[in-house]
C-alpha cells in the first residue's frame, strides 16, 4: 500500500527549458515506489526525459528500489548539480550547476514593451472573447491582427495526439474538427506559449499544462461528472493567468464571466476545485503532508494520485515538445 504521494518537479537547463525532472521519493515507503516505479506510465515518463534524484536522497532509498530507478533510466546526480532559485535576479547561468529548479518562474517577467505590449494585449482580448463563447469571427479577427497567434495556436494544436489524420492549418478549420470546447483549452494553453520574449515562458507553459492536466485528473479520479472535469482542466489553466500577465488575478478574472463556483476555487480556493487547486498548490512546494490530506478529502487513494501525476507530466511532456524544438530551430 502506498503511503506517500509522488512529488514530481520540472527543471530547466541553461536555456531555461524544460529539460529534466526531479523525482522526490519517499525511502519509508520502499513499497509505494516500487509499485509506481513498476508501472508503463513511469517507464515511458523516465525514457521521455531524464529523471533526476540527488545523491542524498538516493542513499536513502533501498538498493532494489535504486537498481529498479536505474534500470528505467532514472539517474542519480550530485546534490550541487541542481540549484534552486526563487526568482530571476538568483539565476545565475554560469554557476557550476546543470539543472535549475525553484519558483524563479513565478516572478513577474519581461513582457517587452511596443509591439510586444501590443500582442499581449491581443492576447488578453482572446482571452476574454473565447471565455464569453464568441461569435467566431469575432475570435478570428484577433487572429488576423496578429499573425503570430496564429502560428501558435495552430503550433500547439498539431503537437498532441488528437486522433486526427491530417494538420490543422487555420483557425476555421481546427473549429471545424475540434469543436469549441476542445478548442477553448488550445487557445488558452497557447497563451502560455506565444511570449518569446519572455524567459519564463517555458516553464510556466511546461506548469500551466501540468496543473490543467492534474486538475483534470483529480476531477475524474474523485468521481465527479464530465463537465466539472473541464471546470477542473481550465481552473488549473487560469490560477497562472496572474503570474503570466503580471497582474493580479482578480483583475483578469472578471471580464471572463467565470460561473462562480469556478471563481471561488481561483480566488479563494474553496468548494470541490478548491481543494483540488490546494493540493495541486502542495505538490509543487513539495508539501507532502497538506498534498496527503487534500487528496484523501477527495476520496482518492495515493495509489491513483501518484498515477494520475505521472500521466500529468507525460501530457505536458507532449505539449512542450514542439514549442521547444521550435524555439531551438
Known amino acids: 500500500m502506498t503511503r506517500s504521494p509522488l512529488l514530481l518537479e520540472p527543471l530547466a537547463d541553461r536555456s531555461l527549458k524544460v529539460a529534466a525532472i526531479a523525482l522526490y521519493l519517499d525511502p519509508e515507503d520502499d513499497t509505494g515506489i516500487q509499485a509506481l516505479v513498476g508501472t508503463a506510465t513511469f517507464a515511458a515518463l523516465a525514457t521521455a526525459l531524464p529523471c533526476l534524484i540527488t545523491s542524498d536522497r538516493a542513499s536513502r532509498l533501498s538498493p532494489g528500489t535504486q537498481e ?12 550541487e548539480t541542481i540549484r534552486s532559485a526563487a526568482t530571476l535576479d538568483q539565476i545565475d547561468l554560469h554557476a557550476p550547476c546543470e539543472w535549475l529548479g525553484g519558483h524563479w518562474f513565478m516572478a513577474a517577467g519581461n513582457n517587452g514593451t511596443g509591439g510586444q505590449s501590443s500582442s499581449r494585449g491581443l492576447e488578453l482580448k482572446l482571452l476574454q472573447l473565447v471565455a464569453n ?5 469575432d475570435i478570428e479577427a484577433v487572429f488576423r491582427q496578429d499573425p503570430v497567434l496564429s502560428y501558435h495556436l495552430l503550433r500547439l494544436v498539431n503537437s498532441i495526439g488528437i486522433g486526427v489524420s491530417r494538420n490543422i492549418s487555420s483557425f476555421s478549420q481546427a473549429i471545424l474538427i475540434l469543436g469549441r470546447q476542445q478548442l477553448k483549452r488550445w487557445l488558452n494553453l497557447m497563451l502560455f506559449s506565444a511570449n518569446r520574449n519572455d524567459r519564463r515562458s517555458a516553464l510556466l507553459l511546461a506548469h500551466a ?9 483529480l476531477a475524474k479520479a474523485a468521481g465527479f461528472d464530465r463537465q466539472t472535469q473541464e471546470q477542473a482542466f481550465m481552473a488549473g489553466m487560469f490560477s497562472l493567468l496572474g503570474v503570466l500577465f503580471a497582474v493580479p488575478l482578480e483583475k483578469i478574472l472578471t471580464p471572463l464571466n467565470l460561473n462562480k463556483p469556478l471563481m471561488t476555487a481561483l480566488l479563494t480556493l474553496q468548494g470541490d476545485l478548491g481543494r483540488m487547486l490546494k493540493a495541486i498548490d502542495a505538490a509543487e512546494k513539495c508539501d507532502a503532508k497538506t498534498l496527503t490530506a487534500e487528496v484523501a478529502s477527495l476520496g482518492i487513494s495515493l495509489e491513483d494520485y501518484n498515477r494520475l501525476t505521472v500521466e500529468a507530466y507525460q501530457w505536458m511532456l507532449d505539449v512542450i515538445h514542439e514549442h521547444q524544438c521550435d524555439g531551438n530551430a
Open 68 to 79: 529498479r530507478l536505474i534500470q528505467l533510466g532514472c539517474h542519480i546526480v550530485a546534490d
Open 133 to 137: 463563447e464568441a461569435d467566431t469571427r
Open 209 to 217: 499544462t501540468v496543473r490543467a492536466r492534474a486538475m483534470e485528473l
